[in-house]
């Protein structure tokens, strides 16, 4: 296969991934007909990038997989926003991290594409690549690792994932230019499994763990984790940041969460206590908006119907027009709307929502 090399990593982008931070992923504003609404996307990345966010997760799962493939004409557009929207706050500096999806060829191919609209990482999920095996998804990553940095994706079976083993995130991780790993199968013993994986590795200082786990995010943040290296040492492994689908809603409150983490593993009592509290109502509205209930079925819709409500987005299209809210998600989202308003930032969107759809 003939792979498009691309240039080394900028070491500051590298070092900021590594320091942690809140990356939402970015969903897709559509139109009544299920046209990208541009006005609306690029509102979107406005959105996240002044609530706080360290950068933007784009074509991801929140983003929908179908353009992917069936939509796959929106997929240069949404990055190219995206990209457009980052390129408006040069001080800040967005991260851009692009998902990659499918068999080697596409996920070669859709890396290419993200390096030439300057996208600096790609986050590459088993989404797409049928039955290849372990040592063909490290073969895979290792390709797609010539174009940009990887960023492993354990993504949930709920939602098109599948078990990978502790060995595969040890290899994984021992790939020279896998920068990170989004741990998101919603599981304990497999999120441990990603953790001891890349502590054997030997690059546990290279490679950022990040929660994807929407429903224990303040706990995998406040964790620390005893694992052992490649030699039997002990050390200890941090969750440095969150790359979430909850957190492409009421992203200014996750930026405070973070602030939070940084001052309770610090040793401040109240930040901790703060957060003790914040945990069950986050995972509450979490199961809520993810459709828990539902086998995570209204997942995207629920982010939508947030935003909705917001006014970021116009209404609740996705691409597959029999994708929507489940019965009584609804309901549930007012419930949760109602109970914990010191997680919305209503405010803060209101604020700027003009300016943000100029």
Same mark, same amino acid.
């Given at each position: 296969m003939?792979?498009?090399v691309?240039?080394?990593a900028?070491?500051?982008?590298?070092?900021?991934f590594?320091?942690?931070g809140?990356i939402? *992923?970015?969903?897709l *504003?559509?139109?009544?007909d299920?046209?990208?609404?541009e006005?609306?996307?690029?509102?979107?990345?406005?959105?996240?990038?002044?609530?706080?966010?360290?950068? /933007?997760? !784009?074509a991801?799962?929140s983003?929908?997989?179908?353009? &992917?493939?069936?939509?796959?004409?929106l997929?240069?557009?949404?990055l190219a926003?995206a *990209?457009e929207?980052?390129?408006?706050?040069?001080?800040?500096?967005? /991260?851009? +991290?692009a998902g990659?999806?499918?068999?080697?060829?596409?996920?070669?191919a859709?890396?290419?594409?993200?390096?030439?609209?300057?996208?600096?990482?790609?986050?590459?999920?088993?989404?797409?690549?049928?039955?290849?095996?372990e040592?063909?998804?490290?073969?895979?990553?290792?390709e !797609?690792s &010539?174009?940009?940095?990887?960023?492993?994706?354990?993504?949930q079976?709920?939602v098109g994932?599948?078990?990978?083993?502790?060995?595969?995130?040890q290899?994984?991780?021992?790939l020279?230019?896998?920068?990170?790993?989004k741990?998101?199968?919603?599981?304990?013993?497999?999120?441990?499994? !990603?953790? &001891?994986?890349?502590g054997?590795?030997?690059r *546990?200082?290279?490679v950022?763990?990040?929660?994807?786990?929407?429903?224990?995010?303040?706990i995998? /943040?406040?964790?620390?984790?005893?694992?052992?290296?490649?030699?039997?040492?002990?050390?200890?492994?941090?969750i440095?940041?969150g790359?979430?689908?909850?957190?492409?809603?009421?992203?200014?409150?996750?930026?405070?969460?973070?602030?939070? !983490?940084?001052?309770?593993?610090?040793?401040?009592?109240?930040?901790m206590?703060?957060?003790?509290?914040?945990?069950p109502?986050l995972?509450?509205?979490?199961?809520?908006?993810?459709?828990?209930?539902?086998?995570f079925?209204?997942?995207?819709?629920g982010?939508?119907?947030?935003?909705?409500?917001?006014?970021l /987005?116009?209404?609740?299209?996705?691409?597959?027009?029999d994708?929507?809210?489940?019965?009584?998600?609804?309901?549930? +989202?007012?419930?949760?709307w109602?109970?914990?308003?010191?997680?919305?930032?209503?405010?803060?969107?209101?604020e700027?929502?003009?300016?943000?759809?100029?």
């Amino acid at each position: 296969m003939s792979v498009i090399v691309s240039a080394p990593a900028d070491p500051s982008i590298l070092s900021r991934f590594r320091q942690g931070g809140v990356i939402p *992923a970015h969903p897709l *504003a559509l139109t009544a007909d299920r046209r990208l609404d541009e006005r609306r996307q690029l509102a979107l990345s406005r959105y996240q990038i002044e609530a706080g966010s360290l950068g /933007l997760a !784009v074509a991801v799962h929140s983003t929908q997989f179908a353009i &992917h493939d069936r939509h796959r004409h929106l997929l240069e557009p949404v990055l190219a926003l995206a *990209a457009e929207a980052a390129g408006e706050y040069p001080d800040r500096a967005p /991260l851009l +991290i692009a998902g990659g999806t499918g068999p080697t060829a596409q996920a070669v191919a859709e890396a290419e594409l993200a390096a030439s609209l300057g996208f600096h990482m790609v986050l590459l999920s088993t989404y797409g690549a049928g039955r290849l095996s372990e040592d063909e998804l490290l073969e895979r990553a290792r390709e !797609v690792s &010539h174009v940009l940095p990887v960023i492993g994706f354990y993504l949930q079976r709920a939602v098109g994932g599948r078990y990978l083993s502790r060995s595969f995130w040890q290899r994984l991780a021992e790939l020279p230019n896998v920068v990170g790993i989004k741990i998101a199968p919603f599981d304990r013993y497999a999120t441990l499994d !990603v953790v &001891h994986g890349v502590g054997l590795s030997g690059r *546990a200082d290279e490679v950022a763990l990040y929660t994807g786990n929407d429903d224990t995010i303040v706990i995998d /943040l406040l964790s620390s984790f005893a694992s052992k290296d490649e030699r039997g040492r002990p050390l200890r492994l941090e969750i440095v940041g969150g790359l979430l689908g909850q957190w492409a809603v009421w992203v200014q409150n996750a930026a405070e969460i973070m602030q939070l !983490v940084k001052r309770a593993k610090a040793g401040d009592a109240e930040a901790m206590t703060t957060l003790l509290e914040v945990n069950p109502k986050l995972t509450d509205a979490n199961g809520v908006i993810f459709d828990a209930a539902n086998d995570f079925a209204g997942c995207i819709p629920g982010i939508h119907e947030v935003l909705r409500r917001q006014g970021l /987005l116009e209404g609740v299209w996705l691409l597959d027009e029999d994708e929507r809210l489940s019965p009584g998600q609804l309901a549930e +989202i007012d419930r949760v709307w109602d109970a914990y308003p010191e997680l919305r930032d209503d405010a803060f969107v209101a604020e700027n929502l003009d300016r943000w759809l100029r």
